[in-house]
């Protein structure tokens, strides 16, 4: 049991370029999330998807879009990336709503210069 | 809007010693509190957990307190060792939604 993979582990991007972050968990669990993770802050919600086929917005949102591929898999989009964005990137898995644990993946360090 | 506020954001104790730290929320729904340890270069991992309706939790050498009352959770760690060195998260979180709340974090370290 792998739990929640995270591709890739590091990424260095230049203003303006694009990316796609990838997260897959084969706990079979029906809800994922994004999180980004910056010193001092704690983790921060970006996107969740409560079951297939749904996607909300978290508490930063902005700059970042997301596709909920299938059960296993939940990927993050930046469209245009800015130095704002450097950050840890954390997916997260739970069987349901708020009432659950969360299972984390192992991160992406993206650096925006 | 909703908050957790956590303290101390650093923590050092002689191994051996307990630690202990303090979490505050501030939405009165909140009913599941988990704590996470996140090593260096990993994700945060679920140590321990509580929902409202106990007070207390227990698991070894870690445990957990909650009061509703005046909406604080507390982590316990007793004969800490080195091996607990590491960054502590709390959440509180509620029935019917996906937003986890957490906290800034603390990182304990363990003086061999």
């Known amino acids: 049991n792998a739990g929640v993979t995270q591709t890739p582990k590091f990424q260095v991007l230049k203003t303006g370029q694009s990316m796609t972050l990838q997260c897959a968990q084969d706990?079979?669990?029906?809800?994922m999330y994004w999180y980004r993770q910056d010193p001092g802050m704690g983790l921060r919600l970006i996107y969740y998807?409560?079951?297939?086929?749904?996607?909300d917005k978290g508490e930063v949102p902005n700059g970042y879009n997301v596709s909920r591929l299938n059960k296993r898999e939940f990927s993050l989009r930046l469209e245009s990336a800015a130095p704002s964005q450097t950050s840890v990137y954390f997916c997260?898995?739970?069987?349901?709503?708020?009432?659950?644990?969360?299972?984390f993946g192992n991160g992406t360090r993206l650096t925006v210069t | 809007g909703e908050n957790v506020e956590q303290h101390p954001s650093t923590l050092s104790v002689q191994e051996g010693d307990s630690a202990v730290i303090k979490c505050t929320y501030s939405?009165?729904?909140?009913?599941?509190f988990p704590w996470y340890k996140q090593e260096l270069g990993k994700g945060p991992q679920l140590i321990i957990d509580?929902?409202?309706?106990?007070g207390e939790k227990k698991d070894q050498r870690i445990a957990v307190t909650l009061n509703k009352t005046a909406k604080h959770f507390s982590l316990h760690i007793t004969e800490t060792q080195p091996e607990d060195s590491a960054v502590y998260f709390c959440?509180?979180?509620?029935?019917?939604?996906?937003?986890?709340?957490f906290g800034t974090g603390t990182r304990l370290k363990v003086l061999a």
């Open positions: 997260a898995s739970s069987v349901g709503q708020g009432n659950s644990p969360l299972h």
């Open positions: 706990m079979n669990h029906n809800s």
């Open positions: 998807s409560a079951s297939e086929g749904t996607t």
């Open positions: 939405d009165s729904a909140s009913n599941y």
């Open positions: 509580i929902r409202s309706n106990v």
């Open positions: 959440a509180a979180s509620s029935t019917g939604t996906y937003k986890y709340i």
